[in-house]
């Protein structure tokens, strides 16, 4: 158990509905990640927050939207769902925004199914 | 930008046997990281290799950092069935940031 909770675990919706992934981090770390895995694009970066500020994009779609509350917990708003927004959203935390001992530990994931 | 690959994508191996997964990635970095991942599982962090030539071993896993030709290896050392899981390495982005890029994964299948 890495200390990174995500919640749900499991979402089924369909497509051109709105969903909200939850995310809190390990206690004591300022920064929050999100990852997309899909068995098209593998695992890839989406964003990152660092104590309530955004840090860094990846390849995170216009239709989603992520923010950092100041208890540091974080949600990933997706909007109209496209069957390919399918995929594994995993959320990771680390202490500081970036630097070399800066390991990044992964929460269980969000399983979405988008019908 | 930065780029990694891993191979190989799938490997069958039999217990006992040693084999080596192998990481390039296109960038200077100074971060290279090792994760397993088991089926609809998170992602569990193995290795963490912040220098050139560093080298770590856990249990039957073994692995390497080269800076200067941009390659890791994760070494496994007589496999057992405990070990079939998909290894993926990753790269930090070095500058302002901890993006991480992800290889696509090798899937280890480890056969009695």
């Known amino acids: 158990d890495s200390g990174v909770t995500q919640t749900p675990k499991h979402l089924i919706t369909a497509t051109g509905q709105r969903v909200t992934l939850r995310c809190s981090p390990r206690s004591g770390d300022l920064s929050v990640y999100w990852y997309q895995q899909s068995l098209d694009q593998g695992l890839q970066f989406l964003i990152q927050y660092y104590n309530g500020e955004e840090r860094a994009k990846g390849n995170i779609l216009e239709r989603f939207s992520a923010q950092q509350f100041p208890d540091l917990h974080s949600e990933l708003n997706l909007s109209s769902l496209e069957l390919g927004d399918s995929a594994l959203y995993f959320c990771?935390?680390?202490?500081f925004g970036t630097g070399l001992y800066n390991e990044q530990f992964f929460g269980p994931g969000t399983r979405l199914t988008v019908l | 930008e930065l780029k990694v690959e891993q191979n190989p994508l799938f490997l069958s191996m039999q217990e006992g046997k040693n084999y080596t997964i192998y990481c390039n990635y296109s960038?200077?970095?100074?971060?290279l990281y090792w994760y397993r991942q088991d089926p609809g599982k998170s992602l569990e962090s193995l290795f963490v290799l912040l220098s050139n030539g560093a080298v770590k071993q856990e249990g039957r896993l073994m692995a390497s950092l080269d800076t200067k030709a941009r390659l890791s290896t994760l070494h496994i050392t007589a496999a057992v069935h405990d070990l079939s899981a998909t290894y993926f390495c990753a790269v930090g982005v070095q500058g302002g940031s901890e993006k991480l890029v992800f290889g696509k994964g090798t899937k280890l299948t480890v056969n009695p």
């Open positions: 990771a935390s680390s202490v």
């Open positions: 960038t200077t970095s100074d971060r």
